[in-house]
């Protein structure tokens, strides 16, 4: 026996291929994930997508523009009410069509009540994930319940709103649906200080949330990260501050900003951001104009008949700050009535592509807390 | 010194918790008002088949045909808009025709002979109501529709949409009496050209639209053509010029 071969005993290890989905509650929709684990070591995780594809933008080129509101409610079903304003608002710029002054108010009101309630329901969620079955999020459901019964009274359904329309709001909001607004906008503090005493500085959370799922500041810039996961990593852009659009230069606000970028960043952004949403509101619901019509005369009869609006030849590009990030529809028109082309720019689908980036190196538990902190819903990632 | 103890704070969300627990029963609103402690007003839950949850008066469901008086008196004139911009295509309209193919006139309006609406396919979306220009159509809020089979029992035919104004004005009342304000204005309008010849008697009047408009013409009167993309802007329901 030579001296070279080395004699100590030897243990074989193999890497483990686990698939996690598509039929997973964690995943949060129909999502695969191919996680390659050495022990429970990430070392390669590969993102399988594509089960909730129902072809929404080739449906909309033989649809009229009014035709499309429908569809986009179903993209992000939390959020409904901003998908809406983000296409009302490319409609707008492809057509030069001017918004009634209450109609934007309402639209500004409408989008931060969306905030609060994504942003509750996606804490609750991540809770869930981290194994706190059921408490944290029936909380923040409870308070979604009373915002959805808000966009019920104005919209005539809770998730399905279908409400923005291009130069306002299709309805005007009804009688008393201020008052009720301000009783939630007045209640929602206390509700985000329970929230915080049972979540913010628990030490379960610390552990499960801190220096996981790190994702650095020129990673996410170079992948085009927009929403509170950018914020979170420390980037200061906000669309609603970038952009001006709507009411959002009249009202004070500020955009919190992360440090380190990990989980626990990405979950306190998104409280102090609801904070900063009624601020917001508070001030949108003193300042909405009671005079002015909720929808300018161009955009009602576009409503009445979508088949005469024919928008000019040409594109355009329409985004808003979505709760989960930059939301944007590209609009080219040939002249017809219907788009000639209809892109959407999804929110969740681009921030779910740094998903490996920030789970290599990690243990299997914390892929499920990280993809929870992104924020996705599948039927936008898939469309 | 107690944010350095670990686990305090999981014990003070903890209290969170047992406050939320005690706001759930009667005694514990109690424990909480003698304690001071401000309650946030949870959602009591519903319980659903014995007791209803109230809707809001806009909270919409599936579309409806609207009429006055009697059922054969719809105001549906199967213009076929709501056909052509319904999203997910669920609406399929037949105009009432005679043998000659000529469409049958009712008071001086054209009639849907078939009017089927797949609510299997319908998304709720209440584009159908803002495009119909006769008001004939409106939402419902009727929700308990479960069936086992979709094709027999979710595709509703014209005699299981229709209902009447009254019960239209018992579900939504601000949106109806919006509705019969803007139908009574409108019939104001029409009527004045109606009295100036009242000797076109409706009944048997002649279809006015040439039999090449097509069942997309609306029975405008007052247009001499054929306008196969433009809506009709009101129900003149005897045609003047005839």
Partial sequence: MSPEIDTRPQVETQTLEVNLGPQHPSTHGVFRMVATLDGETVIRLKPVMGYMHRNHEKIAEGLTYIGCFPYTDRLDYFCAMTNNLALAVAIERLAGIQVSERGEYIRVIMAELTRLVNHTAVTGFLLNDMGAFGTPLLYAFREREKILDLFEAASGSRMMCNYVRPGGVREDLPAGWVERA???????????????????????????????????????????????????????????????????????????????????????????????????????????????????????????????????????????????????????????PQPYRYRIRPPSFINLTVLEDMCLGQKVADVIVILGSIDIVLCEVDR | ?????????????????????????????????????????????????????????????????????????????????????????????????????????????????????????????RICVDVCPFDAIEMDNAYELSASDRFEHMLFDKQRLLKSNEYFQQIKPTEASEVDQRLAAKQKKTAAPAQAQPASAAPSSPPAAPPGAGPAAPPTGRTPGPQPTGPPRAPQSPPPGA
């Fill in chain 2, 1 to 125: 010194m107690a944010r350095r103890l670990v686990g305090f704070h999981v014990l003070r969300g903890m209290g969170v918790t047992l406050k939320t627990f005690c706001e759930t029963y009667p005694w514990g609103r109690a424990v909480l008002r003698v304690l001071r402690i401000p309650s946030t007003n949870g959602l009591v839950t519903i319980e659903y088949p014995e007791v209803k949850q109230q809707h809001s008066e806009r909270f919409r469901y599936f579309p409806f045909l609207v009429y006055d008086g009697t059922p054969d008196d719809l105001r549906c004139v199967a213009c076929k808009i709501c056909e052509q911009e319904c999203p997910p295509q669920c609406i399929h309209i037949v105009m009432e025709k005679d043998a000659q193919g000529r469409p049958v006139k009712v008071h001086g309006r054209t009639l849907p002979a078939q009017f089927d609406i797949d609510m299997s396919i319908c998304m709720s979306c």
């Fill in chain 1, 182 to 336: 301000w009783e939630i906008v007045r209640a929602y503090p206390k509700f985000l200080d329970e929230f915080e005493t049972l979540l913010t500085k628990n030490d379960i959370i610390l552990q499960r949330t801190q220096q996981v799922g790190k994702l650095p500041q020129p990673l996410a810039v170079s992948a085009g990260i927009t929403g509170p996961m950018l914020r979170a990593s420390g980037v200061n852009y906000d669309i609603r501050k970038v952009d001006g659009y709507s009411v959002y230069p009249r009202v004070q606000f500020k955009v919190p900003l992360g440090t380190v970028g990990d989980v626990y960043d990405r979950y306190l952004i998104r409280i102090l951001e609801m904070r900063e949403s009624l601020k917001i509101l508070e001030q949108a619901l003193q300042a909405l104009p009671t005079t002015s019509p909720s929808i300018s005369p161009k955009g009602a009869a576009m409503g009445k008949a979508p088949r005469t609006f024919r928008p000019p030849k040409g594109h355009a590009y329409g985004r808003i700050e979505a709760p989960k990030g930059e939301l944007g529809f590209f609009l080219v028109s040939d002249g017809s």
